[in-house]
Every structure is written in structure tokens, then in C-alpha cells.
């Protein structure tokens, strides 16, 4: 199974810090916060990984190369303009999925200990969603879980890690240019296509200082232990 991380957005959040680093190399415990994806990519078995970029992306490509370093091989995606998570999968979509087979898919900017491994044998016809207990400044949720079916109507609200396995069947009515996910998943969650999982593994959305700053004291914690 092939994997990309999004890695185009421009940081607006974090400003000042993403004005000359783009939000992907932007330190967490003194270690870019994407190189942590990689190498947990790679101790899962991912070694075909695409990165999409597009504000300050050369700085990412200059960091991570071809991703000798960690025994895996990055492909990328530059984007003129950000395309949006859709727009950004489907320009690269007959690399990820050629023949419709499922693919991992991780938003770059959040801080995590899933276990990616658990995915390489997950798969849907459309896509599986891994889902988070809501956190302080999302409350309301994304999409509701009932079992392990996305729903409309049923089941408790959770949120959307940002990472889920997806297939290019998803993806059918894409065209090339600006797309956002959000109203394929919903689209695709009212024909009943979207299967999902709750996780209680550390998750983050680095998305402002004060959650930088907690992601940072989570690996800290972590080496500390000599984790």
C-alpha cells in the first residue's frame, strides 16, 4: 500500500512561525514535525510515500530528499497554488491507486502514535476514516460513527484524525484544479460507502502555538522514557 502526506497548506495559524518555514519542518521537540510521519511510515512497511506541497515547498524537498534517510522513496507533488486535499490527491491519484487499490492518507500537520501498520490489511471500497474522541476546540465533531459505518443519522460524533485509507473510487466525480474532501466523504457517507474506527492514541492538530507547544511536551515525554 502506497501513502501520502498533505503537506501543502499554508500555515496562516502559526504565523510568524510558517512566514520562512513551511508548516511541515516546523520543529516539534526539536525535530520537524512531517519527519515524524516518515519515520513511522517506514517502521510500518510504507515505503512508497508522495508529499504534495506548494507555500516554501523546496525547503521540503531540500530536508527530506528522497527519503534515503529513512529507507523509504518520496515522490512529490508541487502545487502552483494549494489544491485542497481532493484536488491534491487527484492529481496524483494514478500513481497512488492505478488500478482503484486502497491508499494511506495522512494530513501533515498533525502530531500522532497511531500504529499505521493496522491499516495495510484494511480494505474498503471507498474509504475508512479513523476517528478521534473530540477535542477541546472541535467539540461538535465531524461525522458520526455507528459501529464501524459512517452515518448520517446514527451513532456518536467523532472527529476526523486526518488520517484514513481511501480508494480512487472515491474520487470518481474529481477533476483536476481546487477541490476539498469534506463534500466527497459526505457524499459518500450518505450512500452508506465509508467505513471508520475510534482510536484513543495520542492525536493532535497542530494548528496554533498553544498545540505546538502541547505536541512538543508529548515526544519530550516520550524520549524521556526512551520511547
Not at 49 to 70: F, R, S, V
Request: glycine residues 12%; charged residues 20%; hydrophobic residues 35%.
Amino acid at each position: 500500500m502506497k501513502a501520502m502526506i498533505l503537506a501543502a497548506g499554508l500555515g496562516t495559524r502559526l504565523r510568524p512561525l510558517t512566514l520562512s518555514t513551511p508548516k511541515p519542518l516546523i520543529p516539534v521537540n526539536g525535530k520537524p514535525l512531517i519527519e515524524y510521519h516518515i519515520e513511522r511510515l517506514a517502521r510500518a512497511g510504507f515505503l512508497d510515500i508522495t508529499i504534495n506541497h506548494a507555500w516554501l515547498g523546496q525547503q521540503i524537498e531540500e530536508y527530506l530528499g528522497g527519503g534515503e534517510k529513512w529507507g523509504v522513496n518520496i515522490r512529490y507533488s508541487a502545487e502552483t497554488e494549494p489544491l485542497e486535499t481532493a484536488g491534491g490527491v487527484y492529481q496524483v491519484l494514478d500513481h497512488l491507486s492505478p488500478h482503484g487499490e486502497p491508499f494511506l492518507l495522512i494530513n501533515g500537520d498533525i502530531a500522532t502514535d497511531f500504529n499505521f501498520s493496522t491499516l495495510k490489511t484494511v480494505s474498503p471500497t471507498h474509504g475508512h476514516l479513523i476517528m478521534v474522541p473530540n477535542p477541546p476546540h472541535h467539540p461538535e465533531g465531524d461525522f458520526l460513527l455507528n459501529g464501524n459505518r459512517l452515518s448520517e443519522s446514527e451513532g456518536s460524533s467523532y472527529t476526523f484524525s486526518g488520517i484514513s485509507v481511501l480508494t480512487a473510487a472515491l474520487f470518481e466525480m474529481c477533476r483536476p484544479g481546487k477541490s476539498p474532501l469534506g463534500p466527497l466523504l459526505r457524499g459518500a457517507i450518505a450512500k452508506d460507502q465509508l467505513s471508520g474506527e475510534l482510536t484513543d492514541s495520542f492525536w493532535i492538530d497542530v494548528g496554533t502555538p498553544e498545540r505546538l507547544e502541547q505536541a512538543s511536551h508529548y515526544y519530550r515525554g516520550r524520549q524521556a522514557h526512551g520511547n
